[in-house]
């Protein structure tokens, strides 16, 4: 079984942190995806890798950034954390080909103070 | 661009009732189509997916879905609910592969199971 993990199931951080989430995925999955998912909104892409150090902006990349150093870890950067960035973060991963679902980690509960 | 709408946020059906869950999609090219399930407090879980063939697919715990390309729709059914299946619905398009590809998904449906 695909196995992606998420370093924290629940965070609290402060505004004005900067804040690392990470993500690691065991099946040599070249795309990874990091979401938000708040109530009534669905899930929102944020940012997306398809390779080592290659990265593409989702539908809401603005206050965050990512890192992709590794093929299995991929990281999500809250540069100045804000209240507003309260929500559950996921992070996903899959092959190349389109019909392939997306895998999803148990979520990181991120609450700014 | 697609587009997901899932009719209904929140359903309410009591224990072995049907269960139907209504998504349709936007696309102008043939879709990837996915179903995932969310409990409490846990990540998405793969229920089923369309991706070529047969229209009618099955999925796990008693899930299935038939898309109809006429309706552009691809709804989750399920003909005797259980209190075990309450928890988030969320239906998803995938079109392309490779770099281009992205799933975008629909807003959700919370299925509540009654006594």
């Known amino acids: 079984d695909v196995k992606v993990t998420q370093s924290s199931r629940y965070l609290v951080k402060r505004t004005g942190e900067k804040v690392f989430l990470e993500c690691v995925q065991d099946m040599d999955h070249e795309n990874m995806f990091w979401y938000r998912q708040d109530p009534g909104l669905g899930l929102r892409l944020i940012y997306f890798?398809?390779?080592?150090?290659?990265?593409e902006k989702g539908d809401i990349p603005e206050g965050y950034s990512v890192s992709r150093e590794k093929k299995e870890r991929f990281s999500l950067i809250l540069e100045s954390a804000s209240t507003n960035q309260t929500s559950m973060y996921l992070c996903a991963s899959t092959v190349e080909e389109g019909y392939q679902p997306q895998h999803f980690g148990d979520g990181t509960r991120l609450s700014i103070l | 661009a697609q587009s997901v709408t899932q009719l209904g946020s929140h359903v309410s059906v009591s224990e072995g009732a049907l269960v139907l869950l209504r998504c349709n999609y936007s696309s102008s090219v043939p879709p990837y189509l996915f179903w995932y399930v969310q409990y409490p407090n846990q990540g998405l879980q793969l229920l089923l997916k369309?991706?070529?063939?047969?229209?009618l697919v099955k999925g796990i715990n008693g899930f299935e879905a038939e898309f109809k390309k006429s309706e552009t729709s691809f709804h989750l059914t399920k003909p005797s609910a259980h209190m075990s299946d309450a928890a988030e619905y969320f239906c998803?398009?995938?079109?392309?592969?490779?770099?281009?590809?992205?799933?975008?998904f629909g807003t959700g449906t919370r299925l509540q199971v009654t006594l």
């Open positions: 369309y991706t070529t063939g047969a229209t």
């Open positions: 998803a398009v995938r079109i392309g592969s490779g770099t281009a590809s992205k799933l975008t």
């Open positions: 890798s398809y390779d080592v150090k290659m990265k």
